[in-house]
């Protein structure tokens, strides 16, 4: 009989770790491997864990791939090979030091875009340039959605409001222009020339045919020219990579022409075989008037018609709904589940890249605090959340019968690890406090600059938030 050598998933991550640290105890591929370039912004950082910092345009002017490669990178890389733990990645010496879990330099550096490179990256001088296989790039903040917890740095329509009315009145003056410019994040008009991304098209060239990952984000990218130009080469080059993960995001709330021109490249694209895999990521936090009054400029039914157009015309694609799990969610969640579960019946196919179609994928909101599920009181809130886990698990797809859809392990987990941090008994009571009092000073303020009105999109919330009003 043939002997079969199991090989557990903890013995893998195990021995990447030993790999690691045979280097040094802070050594993890990612700092080469992976980039996330805002270009409206000119910052960078690596993975997208520590904060980002600025890129400098000297640095850019001989050499466009310091847009990955800059100085301030290098100088980590070094730390690493020389045995130390920058400070800037302290998300993983948290988890490293606190736990006895792997932290994700083990998770990043084992994934298929970095473990091939190791040796290369290991026996490296920290000054060499090198191209990252896993880039996430943002072109421009232009954006017509305003979305609750995002910025002006993310979105034009945000800046616009924070330009006319000022910072929010939390104590931390959220969406303040003034810290923004101070902090250099202030992003470029997107209409107004950015050097930036002319070093990424100078870039573009050598970097694409290494990429193993590439993935648009914005602002809304479908209303960048740069996402249709990288489209265009995709589609014109006469070497195309066809190991390319190629992902966009888009919010599906942009004018129909757009989506069926999308929709046109993305038929183009898998006709002729240009890429390996493409997904669309779009994002929605629960269900219905809800789900717009989190992301104001969000119209439901065209956005769900939208989702629905690309997965009918599209037959190979996977949608990825982005769901930033806070307060707002909560109530009407299960909605979302269940309409999500009818999407995986009606488009599975062995077809797709997946089979299952759509993947609902559930972060918990972190910023701005007073909007994250923490600020809820977990007794009457926890066993709404759990309502939408048991609906999920409900959902999910058997084990038993490899043909048959539903919910996947990692989309129960996710919001599973939702429910651990609401309910988490680390939560501080006074940071609590602080927290409800922003939540009705933003919601108050919000609803007085947009015309929108928080007790009649969520009934279930009036207490709560006519409490947070009365908070000192
Ligand atoms: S050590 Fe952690 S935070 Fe730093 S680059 Fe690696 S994965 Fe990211």
């Not at 400098?56 to 301030?72: D, G, M, Q, V």
Request: charged fraction near 30%.
């Amino acid at each position: 009989m043939k002997k079969t050598e199991i090989i557990r998933e903890e013995d893998v991550y195990r021995n990447t770790k030993e790999k690691l640290d045979k280097v040094g105890c802070g050594m993890c591929l990612a700092k080469w491997t992976q980039a996330t370039v805002h270009l409206q912004m000119g910052q960078t950082h690596s993975c997208h864990h520590p904060a980002t910092h600025k890129i400098p345009l000297a640095e850019i002017k001989y050499n466009p791939s310091a847009l990955h490669n800059t100085r301030f990178k290098k100088l980590k890389r070094k730390e690493m090979l020389e045995g130390k733990r920058p400070k800037e990645c302290n998300y993983c010496w948290n988890v490293e030091d606190n736990s006895e879990q792997f932290s994700d330099r083990v998770f990043k550096s084992n994934e298929s875009w970095s473990l091939p490179h190791f040796d290369k990256i290991a026996n490296s001088n920290w000054r060499e340039d090198i191209n990252p296989t896993y880039i996430e790039v943002a072109f421009s903040n232009a954006c017509n959605f305003k979305c609750s917890y995002c910025g002006p740095s993310f979105s034009s329509s945000w800046a616009q409001e924070a330009e006319k009315y000022g910072a929010y009145p939390t104590d931390d003056k959220f969406n303040d222009i003034s810290r923004l410019k101070s902090e250099n994040k202030m992003p470029i008009h997107h209409k107004d020339h950015n050097p930036y991304v002319d070093a990424f098209w100078e870039w573009w060239p050598y970097l694409y045919r290494d990429l193993h990952t590439f993935r648009i984000t914005g602002g809304e990218p479908l209303l960048s020219k740069d996402t249709w130009k990288v489209l265009d080469y995709i589609i014109e080059h006469d070497k195309p990579n066809k190991e390319l993960n190629l992902a966009i995001n888009s919010n599906l709330g942009i004018p129909d022409n757009l989506v069926d021109k999308l929709i046109e490249k993305i038929k183009i694209i898998e006709d002729r075989g240009l890429v390996k895999e493409f997904i669309l990521f779009t994002s929605v936090d629960t269900w219905g008037e809800q789900a717009e009054y989190i992301r104001d400029g969000l119209v439901f039914n065209k956005m769900w018609d939208n989702m629905n157009k690309v997965l009918t015309q599209c037959p190979r694609v996977n949608v990825t709904i982005m769901s930033t799990f806070n307060a707002l969610s909560v109530p009407n969640y299960k909605k979302l589940v269940t309409n999500v579960h009818n999407l995986k019946l009606e488009y599975a196919s062995n077809d797709r890249y997946w089979k299952s179609a759509v993947f609902l994928d559930t972060s918990y909101l972190r910023h701005p605090a007073h909007q994250t599920i923490q600020i809820l009181d977990d007794k009457i809130w926890g066993p709404v959340l759990w309502d939408s886990i048991a609906e999920m698990d409900f959902l999910a797809a058997p084990k038993f019968h490899e043909n048959l859809v539903g919910y996947s392990d990692v989309e129960i987990q996710k919001l599973k690890r939702s429910y651990d941090w609401m309910t988490s008994k680390f939560k501080k009571e006074e940071k609590v406090h602080v927290q409800r009092r922003n939540f009705g000073r933003f919601f108050k303020e919000h609803d007085r600059r947009r015309g929108t009105d928080i007790k009649n999109t969520f009934p279930e919330l009036v207490d709560f938030y006519e409490h947070c009003l009365t908070l000192k």
